[in-house]
């Protein structure tokens, strides 16, 4: 089994929140931990960025994404997984 670290989240744009600018965020997946290692399960690859992702912490708040599937909370290692 694996063990979800962190959601992996690309930058989106940017609003004004009481004043200050804040970064708008989309969820693309999760960062998983493994007994083989790390892996990255991405659900969408964002387009139009500057390249950069980020992986957070799963806070399970909305933050405008929705929370990970249970298919990605937990993967099984003999999952065939395409890459």
Request: some cysteine; overall charge negative; aromatic content about 8%.
């Amino acid at each position: 089994m694996a063990t979800v670290i962190g959601k992996i989240m690309a930058p989106t744009g940017k609003y004004i929140k009481d004043g200050e600018e804040k970064t708008s965020w989309s969820r693309c997946g999760v960062l998983l931990q493994t007994d083989k290692g790390f892996r990255i399960k991405l659900d969408v690859i964002p387009v139009g960025g500057d390249g950069w992702l980020s992986v957070f912490e799963d806070d399970d708040k909305g933050s405008g994404t929705q929370r990970p599937s249970q298919a990605t909370q937990a993967v099984d290692d003999k999952e065939d997984i395409p890459f």
